[in-house]
C-alpha cells in the first residue's frame, strides 16, 4: 500500500488525475470507475481538462459507476448518476467508447445488477478504480457488515450514510433507504485503486482504515489486502498517520 500525502485538496485532486492518465496511458481501453460526491469534483474537473487538451484520449475507454442511491434517478438533482453525468460526461469533449450508469428510479433494480455484472466481465476486469471513504470507512455503498465476497448488489444504507446524505439534496430528508453499488470482490479485481481522502473529519477513519484490523466493521480495511492500491490524502486527512508509516511519502 503507498499513501501519498499532498499538501491541500487542489495538489491532492491533480495527483489523482495524473495517476488515472498514467494507467490510461498504460491500457488505452481500460474499464475505469469513478466515484461521486464531495470529494472527486476537483480530480474529475482535471481529468476533463486533460480530455478536452488532447492529453487522455477517452475513445476507447470504458466507463463504470460505483453506486447510486435507490429511488432516483439520473434526472434528479443528488442521484450520482446525475452527478457523473454532470461533473464527468457532459464536461468532456470526446465521450467514453462505452458507458454504465445506473438508474435507481427503476422498478427492476436487479435487472441493472445484472446488467453491471455483464458489463464488467465484458471489459473487466477495472484497470483503475477511484473511491472515496465514507464516514464509517463504506467504499461505495459497501456499508460496515458487508459481505467481501459481494459483487454488484443492493443494499440497506447505514445511519451514517443516512445522517449525511442530505446535503446531496440541498438539505432535504428523502426517504432514501437502499443503495446499489459495485461489490468489494470486483474493487478488489481492480488492478489499481486509488482512495482520495480530504480533511480533518476523515482523519479518524482513514488511520482507522489502514492501520487498524481488516474487518467489514470497516470495509475500507480490505484494501490493506490489495496488491496496489494508493490512499491520495491531503495534511489533514492524514494527520493521524504516524510518519514512519510504511509506504507513506509526502509529494
Not at 477517452?58 to 432516483?72: R, T
Not at 466481465?121 to 465476497?149: A, C, K, T, W
Not at 474487518?215 to 494508493?230: F, G, K, Y
Request: hydrophobic letters at 40%; aromatic letters at 6%; a negative charge.
Amino acid at each position: 500500500m503507498q499513501v501519498l500525502v499532498a499538501k491541500n485538496y487542489d495538489a491532492m485532486s491533480r495527483v489523482a488525475a495524473d495517476i488515472v492518465e498514467h494507467q490510461i496511458k498504460a491500457e488505452p481501453q481500460a474499464l475505469i470507475s469513478f466515484p461521486g460526491g464531495d470529494t472527486p469534483v476537483g480530480m474529475l474537473e482535471v481529468f476533463c481538462s486533460k480530455v478536452n487538451r488532447g492529453e487522455i484520449d477517452p475513445a476507447e475507454l470504458k466507463f463504470v459507476q460505483l453506486d447510486d442511491w435507490v429511488g432516483i434517478g439520473p434526472d434528479d438533482a443528488g442521484s450520482c448518476s446525475n452527478f457523473i453525468r454532470e461533473k464527468l460526461l457532459k464536461k468532456m469533449s470526446k465521450p467514453f467508447a462505452d458507458a454504465f450508469l445506473f438508474d435507481g428510479s427503476q422498478s427492476d433494480i436487479d435487472a441493472q445488477l445484472e446488467e453491471q455484472d455483464a458489463f464488467i466481465d465484458r471489459y473487466g476486469p477495472i484497470s483503475v478504480e477511484v473511491l472515496g471513504i465514507g464516514m464509517n470507512g463504506h467504499l461505495g455503498f459497501n456499508e460496515d457488515g458487508v459481505d467481501f465476497s459481494l459483487r454488484s448488489h443492493r443494499t440497506p444504507l447505514s445511519a451514517t450514510t443516512k445522517s449525511v446524505q442530505r446535503k446531496y439534496f440541498s438539505g432535504q430528508d428523502l426517504p432514501l433507504t437502499e443503495g446499489i453499488t459495485l461489490g468489494i470482490a470486483q474493487i478488489m479485481e481492480s488492478k489499481t485503486v486509488i482512495v482520495i481522502a480530504n480533511g480533518k473529519k476523515k482523519a479518524e477513519i482513514v488511520a482507522e482504515a489502514i492501520l487498524g484490523p481488516v474487518t467489514n466493521r470497516v470495509p475500507a480495511s480490505v484494501l490493506q489486502e490489495h496488491p496496489n492500491c494508493i490512499y491520495l490524502l491531503d495534511d489533514e486527512a492524514a494527520s493521524l498517520l504516524p510518519a514512519d508509516l510504511p509506504g507513506l511519502q509526502e509529494i
